[in-house]
Every structure is written in structure tokens, then in C-alpha cells.
């Protein structure tokens, strides 16, 4: 049984509007609720969209906490527990858990480039720290520095029981092939680039983790819908009307132009953490015009 099929959110993570910028858990419920009612399949709590990264982790755990016991198993909940450092990530991993989350997304390592050798021993002490709660690995280089091979990858699921999946954001397809070859297919692939879902479902993936799913999410649900009924060209077509939202919502680096796309469409997503900033005004304003044209609206 795979731990969903279909569109997850990469949820942004609202703030108050405050010196602190505290997180707003009125605003967090009212998009939470929103996802679920425009057919979200999951909800991806604390990735690189809801800015875990400028998150202590008291916050981290609270955020993920609130999320759990919010969306009260109406969809699978998939948290971010993931860490440069092990220590940290097998806390984080086993706090978490303990609130019944659906399973916990696992960054590879940033900044310090460990070898294939350190990602298998690290992702095994994780997952063995939690043995009950499915793991996703995620493997994003153009964040982390360094790339999960094919190689390594089914090393890992072969041999630790409850790492049962992969987010592939390498955006290689090529490598998505050699994974699903090395593992016979046997791995929950999903796509960790909003642009290649279809093509990495037609590999086998069992959908995406979705930046685009903020603003749109019953066109990302029906996107994969329809692949999984077996209209691959409707899927396709979908796919193909998203590129001009997705290529606006990556005109600044992540989570940036979301956050704002959030507020545009009138939740109270609030500012972004520093070190990021509000979107340049062109560009936010061609955000809006593709938001418009796409039909995105509460």
C-alpha cells in the first residue's frame, strides 16, 4: 500500500505579519481545509515550500503536530523531518512520528557532501530510529549539493524495510529510468518537479509533491486522475496547461513566488522568512496575470 497516490501539497506555512513572524494556525487551518475540499490527495508539511528551513525546531514540531491533528487523517500526512545532521533528523523523525503522521520526507544531506556510502548509513539510522513510520526519501541536488544515484537509492530500499519511497526532483529523467530499472519498480516514485509528473507517472511514479497544488489544487489532483484512468492525454493536456503557472511560480527561487500566489488568492499566507523577500514587482505581477488566465481562484 503506498503512502498516496496522486497530487500532495508542499503546503506553505502562513506567518503572522508580526516582528517574529509567528506562524498563523487560524490561517494554516483555513488552508489546510481548502486543499482538502479541491481534492488534494496529501498534505506535505515543513519541506522546502513551507520554509522549515528558518523554522526552530520547537516550530518544526509544532507546525507538523498541528497539522496531524488538523487534517485528523481525512488525507495522509507526509512531514518533513529531514536534516544536514543525523542526530537532529532521528529527533525530529521520532517526535514527529509520534503524532501518527502518515510518514516522514527525508532530505539527503546539505552542505556536507557526504559519499553514497554515508546517504545509505544515514537514511538507514533514520529509518531504523522509526520503524513503524514509512519513509520518502527526497533527493533535490540543486539544494543539497549532492545527488542520491540510482544505485544508492535501491541499495537503500532493499535493505531498509520502512524506506519505501523517493521524491526524484533531480529533474533527470534519465536518471528516474535507471532508478526504476535498478528497483524492478519497486519503489513509490513521485515527482518533485511539478513541470515532469506525467512523464515520471508514465515511469511508474505515483504522483507528485506539488508546488503548483498551492494555487491549483484540483487540476493537479485530476492531472494525475486522469493518467491513472488511463487518459494519458488528458492528463498530458493538463500537464501542458500548467507550464505557464509553474514556470511564474519558479521565476524566483522557492517558496518565494508561492507564498505570494497564497496571499494573491486571498489567504493570509503572510511574509516569507529572511533571508527571502517579497518577489520583485514584475514578476509578481506576471504571476498574477498567469494566475488569472489559469483560472486560479478560492
Known amino acids: 500500500m503506498s503512502v498516496f497516490k496522486g497530487s500532495a501539497v508542499a503546503i506553505v506555512t502562513p506567518f503572522h505579519d508580526d516582528a517574529e513572524k509567528t506562524v498563523n494556525y487560524d490561517a494554516f487551518a483555513d ?3 481548502y486543499q482538502i475540499d479541491n481534492g488534494t490527495d496529501a498534505i506535505v508539511v515543513c519541506g522546502s515550500t ?4 528558518t523554522m526552530t525546531e520547537e516550530e518544526h514540531v509544532a507546525v507538523c503536530k498541528f497539522c496531524a491533528e488538523h487534517v485528523n487523517h481525512r488525507v495522509p500526512v507526509i512531514a518533513g523531518t529531514g536534516s544536514n545532521c543525523t542526530k537532529t533528523a532521528i529527533q525530529l523523525s521520532e517526535e514527529i512520528a509520534s503524532f501518527g503522521v502518515d510518514a516522514c520526507l527525508v532530505v539527503t544531506p546539505y552542505y556536507n557532501k557526504p559519499t553514497q556510502a554515508c546517504l545509505v548509513e544515514h537514511f538507514r539510522e533514520i529509518a531504523e530510529a522509526v520503524p513503524k513510520t514509512p519513509i520518502i526519501m527526497y533527493n533535490v541536488p540543486s539544494r543539497t549539493g549532492g545527488n542520491l ?6 541499495k537503500i530500499v532493499r535493505e531498509v524495510p520502512n524506506v519505501v519511497g523517493i521524491k526524484e526532483a ?9 532508478l ?6 519497486k519503489i513509490e516514485l513521485y515527482s518533485g518537479n511539478d513541470d515532469q509528473t506525467v512523464p515520471m507517472m508514465a515511469m511508474g511514479g505515483l ?3 506539488s508546488v503548483v497544488a498551492n494555487v491549483a489544487p484540483k487540476a493537479m489532483h ?10 494519458v492525454a488528458g492528463a498530458a493536456k ?8 509553474f514556470e511564474c511560480l519558479f521565476s524566483e527561487v522557492n517558496p518565494i513566488p508561492v507564498k505570494k500566489a497564497v496571499n494573491l488568492l486571498g489567504f493570509e499566507a503572510g511574509p516569507l522568512r529572511m533571508p527571502l523577500m517579497e518577489m520583485s514587482k514584475d514578476k509578481a505581477e506576471a504571476l498574477e496575470e498567469a494566475m488569472k488566465r489559469f483560472g486560479c481562484h478560492r
Open 149 to 154: 544515484l540510482p544505485q544508492t537509492a535501491a
Open 50 to 53: 513551507g520554509e522549515a528551513a
Open 31 to 33: 488552508f489546510i481545509d
Open 170 to 178: 533531480s529533474g533527470n529523467i534519465s536518471q528516474i529510468v535507471k
Open 180 to 185: 526504476m530499472a535498478e528497483t524492478d519498480g
Open 238 to 245: 493538463i500537464q501542458c496547461e500548467t507550464e505557464e503557472l
Open 207 to 209: 504522483g507528485v509533491i
Open 222 to 231: 485530476d492531472m494525475c486522475a486522469k493518467f491513472f484512468a488511463g487518459d
